[in-house]
């Protein structure tokens, strides 16, 4: 359901004014002015008092007539018509937008966790969707989560109607491209460190040479670089972006996803692997950094650049399939090293600023 929000015009009539009116009516128009202004950038409903049709500021996608009211923007701003309302209801601005924080709980919910979801689609299945695609993996995340939610008014609105769909699901599809603008900005902010590259472009160019950038590094006595070819996907860089942009607190995508990380294992042992669109992503997303480092300019798109390391991983899973198993593991095993070796040195920093501490030199009540 969209409820539709009209403007609230102060209207003065057709009256005639009177001579001493002509002042006042000078304040009055270049105040309805500015509240019609205001009137503008916050939503609202007309009372309805039986002078024009409820339907004219509702649509109705099923719900109950109880009163609605709702804390926007510091204005609170209430219907008191006997509306159609329901868990299903949207509240959007006379533009047609439709913002998240304006809308109810339940609401707020289903579109978080969709976010959440199709953040899913990329780590596990595509990275780099066609834009149809994303218009259709926003919806079906939202069916998913309404379903698993037991929202079923706002599972049936978005079965049936398209411009509600709409509206939620752009509210979603802007969020599935963030994993990748974030891995390509924390990429583009330790490549110089990593691969020690100073100003040099000629380093960043050898590295891109044949996707060394992939790969573990070795450096000689001036800094340059050369590939261990026994380890690709395992370079520093490669793990801490899985780590700090991926696995980082109980509210990352890899920890809200933990389970599924676990039955992607097929190795005999069941270690956890990364998934292929995941390091696929994370290697395009270094290679995005050094074309910046080069070129000076970031594009938006490397899908090309993300097939290509599709294509490899998948050929070495067919290939050697007991290799890239390993290869997998060791993988995510490294991840959580790294997440571990930061807990210690937490653990470890704590221990020593407690030392300063001196506890009986402290007054007490």
Not at 253 to 268: R, S
Not at 322 to 350: P, T, W
């Amino acid at each position: 359901m969209i409820l539709k929000v009209p403007l609230f015009v102060t209207n003065s009539g057709d009256k005639k004014m009177k001579p001493h009116d002509v002042q006042s009516h000078s304040k009055n128009k270049n105040q309805s002015a500015r509240d019609h202004k205001q009137a503008a950038k916050i939503p609202t409903w007309h009372t309805n008092d039986g002078s024009e049709p409820t339907d004219e500021t509702t649509t109705q996608c099923g719900g109950s007539e109880e009163p609605y009211s709702s804390d926007i923007g510091g204005t609170t701003v209430t219907s008191t018509a006997a509306a159609p309302q329901s868990a299903a209801s949207l509240i959007q601005y006379e533009t047609g937008k439709v913002k998240l924080l304006n809308q109810n709980q339940e609401t707020r919910r289903v579109v978080q966790d969709a976010i959440m979801d199709a953040k899913g689609h990329l780590i596990f299945i595509n990275a780099y969707p066609e834009l149809v695609d994303k218009n259709q993996v926003a919806l079906q995340s939202l069916l998913t989560v309404a379903k698993r939610c037991g929202a079923h008014a706002i599972k049936q609105c978005l079965q049936a109607d398209a411009q509600y769909a709409t509206q939620l699901g752009n509210l979603v599809e802007p969020c599935i491209p963030l994993l990748c603008h974030d891995l390509k900005e924390v990429a583009c902010a330790n490549i110089d460190g990593y691969f020690r590259l100073g100003q040099s472009a000629v380093k960043a160019k050898k590295l891109m040479e044949q996707h060394a950038y992939s790969y573990s590094l070795k450096f000689d006595s001036n800094d340059n670089p050369s590939p261990r070819g026994n380890t690709p996907y395992q370079g520093e860089l490669v793990i801490f972006l899985l780590h700090t942009r991926v696995f980082n607190g109980p509210k990352s995508i890899g920890v809200k996803f933990t389970e599924h990380f676990i039955k992607i294992a097929g190795n005999k042992a069941k270690h956890p692997k990364m998934p292929v669109p995941l390091l696929a992503l994370v290697a395009t997303a270094i290679y995005a950094a050094l074309f910046w480092k080069m070129f000076n300019f970031t594009g938006n798109q490397f899908s090309e650049t993300y097939m290509f390391h599709v294509k490899f991983l998948e050929d070495l899973k067919k290939d050697v399939p007991k290799k890239f198993h390993c290869m997998m593991a060791d993988i995510y095993e490294s991840v959580q090293a790294l997440k571990r070796k930061g807990g210690n040195s937490q653990a470890d920093e704590h221990r020593k600023a407690l030392v300063l501490l001196d506890l009986d030199g402290m007054g007490e009540d």
